[in-house]
């Protein structure tokens, strides 16, 4: 699974040198041109990092960067501004708005690569939080005395959804028994219903779970996403 990036910029020269640099290391790559369009497509999308001009028409970089910090699954992403000022006022403002890196205009292969090997890891550890991946399992489940199976169908670090529900209502709590393809070992979370989707699922949240059980998570899913 390729790591996304979204790259903001009002010059169309400056996206395709982007893309151009980009791509052939591994990354899948979004470009736009219109800052009004890039925040409406964050409200919609997910991605693994963002690169974002200062200084554009209608919404600029800093604006741009306040609306990313805010929105519902792109809020934690890292964010690189692309800027030909570096004075300590513009990466101030910039800070302050959100922005984690920034890339001086105009940028080189070998500056532009330094900067995705920094981000690389806080890149991967947001694809961990927000990767949501298919897995089939069955599911010991407890809840009101009572024991019953169900089937995965996905999971993230945050939790999993499953079927059937076997009755859970929205916001109660159950206790989860399983174990992941490769991993050895019993993974035993407490969860709590937050969503119910037709027929018959339920989108269980991880409450509580043991330090031991979050890394048996943790690792499956970073083998899974690393390929």
């Excluded at 169309?12 to 979004?30: H, M, N, T, W």
């Excluded at 209608?58 to 741009?64: C, P, Q, V």
């Excluded at 024991?147 to 109660?172: D, H, K, Q, Y």
């Amino acid at each position: 699974m390729r790591l996304r990036i979204l790259a903001v910029d009002d010059e169309q020269e400056i996206l395709k040198l982007f893309r151009s640099l980009v791509e052939p290391l591994g990354y899948e790559v979004e470009l736009i041109q219109d800052s009004r369009e890039a925040a409406r497509r964050i409200l919609r999308q997910k991605f693994d990092a963002i690169f974002l001009d200062a200084h554009m028409p209608h919404i600029d970089g800093f604006e741009l960067a306040e609306r990313i910090r805010s929105s519902p699954s792109n809020k934690q992403v890292p964010i690189a501004m692309l800027t030909a000022y570096d004075d300590a006022e513009t990466m101030r403002k910039a800070f302050r708005a959100g922005v984690t890196m920034f890339l001086g205009k105009p940028f080189s292969a070998k500056k532009l690569r330094g900067l995705l090997r920094s981000m690389r890891g806080p890149m991967l550890q947001e694809r961990r939080r927000y990767a949501r991946l298919p897995v089939r399992i069955t599911i010991q489940c407890t809840w009101g005395g009572k024991t019953f199976e169900a089937a995965s169908l996905n999971i993230s670090e945050g939790g999993m959804l499953m079927e059937p529900s076997g009755g859970v209502a929205v916001g109660e709590g159950i206790s989860l028994q399983f174990t992941l393809p490769k991993i050895q070992k019993a993974v035993k979370p407490r969860a709590r219903n937050v969503r119910k989707e037709k027929p018959d699922r339920m989108a269980a949240q991880f409450q509580t779970c043991a330090p031991e059980d979050q890394d048996a998570i943790r690792a499956y899913i970073v083998a899974e996403i690393s390929g």
